[in-house]
C-alpha cells in the first residue's frame, strides 16, 4: 500500500524500510534501547511495517503486530525530529486505522507521552484492565 500525503509517501512496502534510521531512532527512544539490531531485524519481519518518506529519505515509521483477524499492537512509532508538527503522525496514524487489514480490529498500544495524539484516532486510556509482562 502507497498513500500519498502531499510531498511524503505513506508505504507499507518493507523494502523501502531504512533500517538503519529505524534502528538508530529505537536506540534513542525510552522503550526500545535495549534492543539488538537482530532483535529489531525479526521484529520487521513478523510486522505490518509503515514507512513515511520524503523522496528516498525515511522520516517516519509504525508498525503493527497481528494476528489479521481479532486484533493489532502498534509500537514503535516516530517521527524524525526535523519533520515534527507538519501533522506527519497524524497522517501515519490514519493511515495505520484505516489499512484494510487493521481498520475493522481492535488496537492495543503503549505510550507515556503521545495519548493526545492515539485518542483522535479511537484509542482510549483503559489502566484498570492492562496487564504486563516483562522479561
Known amino acids: 500500500m502507497d498513500t500519498p500525503y502531499q510531498k511524503y509517501l505513506i508505504s507499507t512496502d518493507k523494502t ?4 538503519e534510521t529505524i534502528y538508530t531512532f529505537l536506540q ?24 513515511v518518506y520524503d523522496g528516498d ?15 493489532f499492537w502498534l509500537c514503535d512509532v516516530f ?24 481498520k475493522n480490529l481492535n488496537g492495543v498500544l503503549g505510550t507515556a507521552d503521545a495519548h493526545g495524539l492515539y485518542e483522535q484516532f479511537g484509542f482510549t486510556r483503559n489502566p484498570e484492565r ?6
Open 16 to 19: 523501502r524500510l531504512n533500517r
Open 28 to 51: 534513542q527512544s525510552y522503550w526500545a534501547k535495549t534492543r539488538t539490531y537482530e532483535q529489531m531485524e525479526q521484529s520487521l519481519e513478523h510486522s505490518l511495517c509503515f514507512g
Open 79 to 102: 517521527v524524525d525530529d526535523d519533520y515534527r508538527g507538519q501533522g506527519i503522525g497524524k497522517k501515519l496514524m490514519e493511515a495505520v486505522t484505516q489499512h484494510e487489514v487493521l
Open 130 to 135: 492492562a496487564m504486563v509482562r516483562r522479561v
Open 57 to 71: 529519505r525515511q522520516i517516519a515509521f509504525a508498525r503493527a503486530v497481528t494476528d489479521y483477524a481479532t486484533m
